[in-house]
Nanobody, 122 residues
Framework: QVQLVESGGGSVQAGGSLKLSCATD????????MGWFRQAPGKGREGVAS???????MYADSAKGRFTISKDNAKNLWLLEMDNLSPEDSGVYYC????????????????WGQGTQVTVFT
């Protein structure tokens, strides 16, 4: 059974940084595309960034210039570095995997982690 496990969430002051990680098995890491999503209280889940299995990246407009998605091939980790955070970035962050092309649409993904909380305070 494929598992995705997020880590790295926490509380940070506005303007600060956090680095999220998503761990999975070697097989899934090698052949799946991956996305980071977030969900704020009372709102729907939205795509933040994705990285296709071939390495192509995609970002939501709100994340461009501040977030960086990447892969740590040695550790089978998908990463999301978030800089210059604002309270609007708060929410539960989920990693998700798609057997094909990924992207920022929730419906493309059928494998999800449990989420990690990110809270940005002023």
């Amino acid at each position: 059974q494929v598992q995705l496990v997020e880590s790295g969430g926490g509380s940070v002051q506005a303007g600060g940084s956090l680095k999220l990680s998503c761990a999975t098995d070697k097989y899934t890491f090698a052949i799946y595309s991956m996305g980071w999503f977030r969900q704020a209280p009372g709102k729907g889940r939205e795509g933040v960034a994705s990285i296709a299995r071939g390495g192509k990246t995609m970002y939501a407009d709100s994340a461009k210039g501040r977030f960086t998605i990447s892969k740590d091939n040695a550790k089978n980790l998908w990463l999301l570095e978030m800089d210059n955070l604002s309270p609007e970035d708060s929410g539960v962050y989920y990693c998700a995997a798609d057997r094909w092309y990924g992207g920022l649409e929730v419906v493309r993904y059928n494998l999800w982690g449990q989420g990690t909380q990110v809270t940005v305070f002023t």
